[in-house]
């Protein structure tokens, strides 16, 4: 069985930067690969990745409909780990993976699709909320 000293090594072993907070929270640090403030947390037999990407538009403001088709649209057609969610009045990127059999691959797999949404599908939503 894994353990969160598992998933700290595995982002060790990746480069990433991250502080580890204790009791299964890591939050990753980096810029360059547009993750700053993923937060990882491990929860029992699940690890959790979170990160807020935008606010949401108003109730009735323009944009605010195609905002959330195009979120929609992104989790069926542009994303393979992570998918996008609302969170109070917050866009995030969330992902969970299994922690039993976790390998620094699949956590890799994830870091990387949550990168790559952060730098391609994000510019694309803050203009669909304009």
Same mark, same amino acid.
């Given at each position: 069985?894994? #353990? %969160?000293?598992?998933?700290?090594? &595995?982002?060790?072993?990746? =480069?990433?930067? &991250?502080?580890?907070?204790?009791?299964?929270?890591?939050?990753?640090?980096?810029? $360059?690969?547009?993750?700053?403030?993923?937060?990882?947390?491990?929860? =029992?037999?699940?690890?959790?990745?979170? *990160?807020?990407?935008?606010?949401?538009? %108003?109730?009735?403001?323009? $944009?605010?409909?195609?905002? &959330?088709?195009?979120?929609?649209? *992104?989790?069926?057609? $542009?994303?393979?780990?992570? %998918?996008?969610?609302?969170?109070?009045?917050?866009?995030?990127?969330? %992902?969970?993976?299994?922690? #039993?059999?976790?390998? =620094?691959?699949?956590?890799?797999?994830?870091?990387?699709?949550?990168?790559?949404?952060?730098?391609?599908?994000?510019?694309?939503?803050?203009? #669909?909320? =304009?």
């Amino acid at each position: 069985m894994r #353990t %969160a000293a598992d998933v700290a090594r &595995f982002l060790s072993d990746s =480069s990433v930067g &991250f502080q580890d907070f204790g009791d299964g929270l890591m939050v990753v640090t980096d810029a $360059g690969g547009g993750l700053r403030n993923l937060a990882i947390k491990v929860q =029992s037999d699940v690890v959790v990745f979170q *990160l807020q990407v935008m606010n949401t538009p %108003a109730p009735g403001s323009k $944009g605010r409909e195609a905002l &959330f088709e195009k979120l929609l649209r *992104l989790n069926g057609e $542009g994303l393979l780990h992570a %998918a996008f969610a609302i969170v109070d009045d917050a866009v995030q990127l969330q %992902a969970a993976l299994p922690l #039993t059999n976790l390998d =620094s691959n699949e956590l890799q797999a994830v870091l990387d699709d949550i990168g790559m949404a952060v730098s391609q599908h994000v510019p694309i939503l803050m203009g #669909t909320s =304009s």
